[in-house]
Antibody, heavy 129, light 110 residues
């Protein structure tokens, strides 16, 4: 059974960078996008972007343009989200979520850009001096 | 900038039916926005309930249903139970690979 397992909590100084990992256990790289979503303490969910682990194609919210880099290592079925120039308002739980698949044809399934069907457990990132 | 809107809070009696909505500050929500819905309890990751307007995620009971009502997406819970007390979030797909969350609805069952 596939699970998304994220790296542990991080504490960073303002201005530093953080890199959070998300490993798909029980499966190799699939056709699904991996999305990143964050939640500040007491606040709602915020979509950050996605990466397709197979192709490396990525997309992200304009809000994080220039500060977020999404990468992947297909050999270990792991996606990464690196956020730079951290500020105190980046303090949040960061989740990875698996995107939904669309139609399948000839043994290949095509990812949809909308919706998520599975979530990681979350990684708390605290930005504080 | 278009914002995704949800009721901040809602309450329902045990056994009752409640419909939560997901709209836009500008324009109408249609199936082309592929609305999806997520349930979250404190300290837990979200749980996927509905995607593509009305497709239930695996293991989600059929008391949860999604639809378009008027100019909004809707999540209806029938036969509300105590453990349905959660925060509910909708997501709308804006095109060009971009998704946006609504602000969430805190549902109380009492």
């Amino acid at each position: 059974q596939v699970q998304l397992v994220q790296s542990g909590a991080e504490v960073k100084n303002p201005g530093a960078s953080v890199k959070v990992s998300c490993t798909a256990s029980g499966n190799t790289v699939t056709d699904h996008h991996i999305h990143w979503v964050r939640q500040a303490p007491g606040q709602g969910l915020e979509w950050m972007g996605w990466i397709n682990p197979k192709s490396g194609v990525r997309n992200n919210s304009k809000k994080f343009q220039g500060r977020v880099i999404m990468t992947r290592d297909t050999a270990i079925s792991t996606a990464y989200m690196e956020l730079s120039r951290l500020r105190s308002d980046d303090t949040a739980v960061y989740y990875c979520a698996r995107g939904i698949l669309g139609y399948c044809s000839g043994g290949t399934c095509y990812p949809r850009d909308d919706g998520f069907d599975m979530w990681g457990q979350g990684t708390m990132v605290t930005v504080s001096s | 900038q278009t914002v995704v809107t949800q009721e901040p809070s809602f309450s329902v009696s045990p056994g009752g039916t409640v419909t939560l909505t997901c709209g836009l500050t500008s324009g109408s929500v249609s199936t082309s926005y592929y609305p999806s819905w997520y349930q979250q309890t404190p300290g837990q990751p979200p749980r996927t309930l509905i995607y593509s307007t009305n497709s239930r995620s695996s293991g989600v009971p059929d008391r949860f249903s999604g639809s378009i009502l008027g100019n909004k997406a809707a999540l209806t819970i029938t036969g509300a139970q105590a453990d349905d007390e959660s925060d509910y979030y909708c997501v709308l797909y804006m095109g060009s690979g971009i998704s946006v969350f609504g602000g969430g609805t805190k549902l109380t069952v009492l």
